[in-house]
């Protein structure tokens, strides 16, 4: 499995972006989907995951109610759409693919894509 993350980009606090990852290769492998990001001198977090059948999703308490990540089956995309963006979501997010069957993004099981940069600017 390869993903490709795109979407990142310098938008206003407040607004909006759309990250989009495709997916490539064995994606039939994949369970569960997720966005992570990685903010300067932090530890890379958990944004969101969702199943590779579409649901359940999954948000970190800090996104829930402005992000939403969904999937399009069709073309082995998943998107996080951001809104009300805060200053404090400046990061690198990075696209992950869990071929795991506990959907816990484990280092065995776990490919990423690069990151994309976003930056909020207040």
């Known amino acids: 499995v390869q993903l490709q993350a795109s979407g990142g980009g310098l938008v206003q606090a407040g607004g909006s972006l759309r990250l989009s990852c495709v997916a490539s290769?064995?994606?039939?492998?994949?369970?569960?989907m997720g966005w992570f990001r990685q903010a300067p001198g932090k530890e890379r977090a958990f944004v969101a995951a969702i199943r590779w059948r579409g649901s359940p999703r999954y948000y970190a308490e800090s996104v829930r109610g402005r992000f939403t990540i969904s999937r399009d089956g069709a073309k082995s995309t998943f998107y996080l759409q951001m809104n009300s963006l805060k200053v404090e979501d400046t990061a690198v997010y990075f696209c992950?693919?869990?071929?795991?069957?506990?959907?816990?993004?484990?280092?065995?099981?776990?490919?990423w894509g690069q990151g994309t940069q976003v930056t909020v600017s207040s």
């Open positions: 290769g064995r994606t039939s492998s994949i369970n569960t």
């Open positions: 992950a693919a869990d071929q795991g069957t506990n959907g816990d993004f484990s280092v065995g099981d776990t490919v």
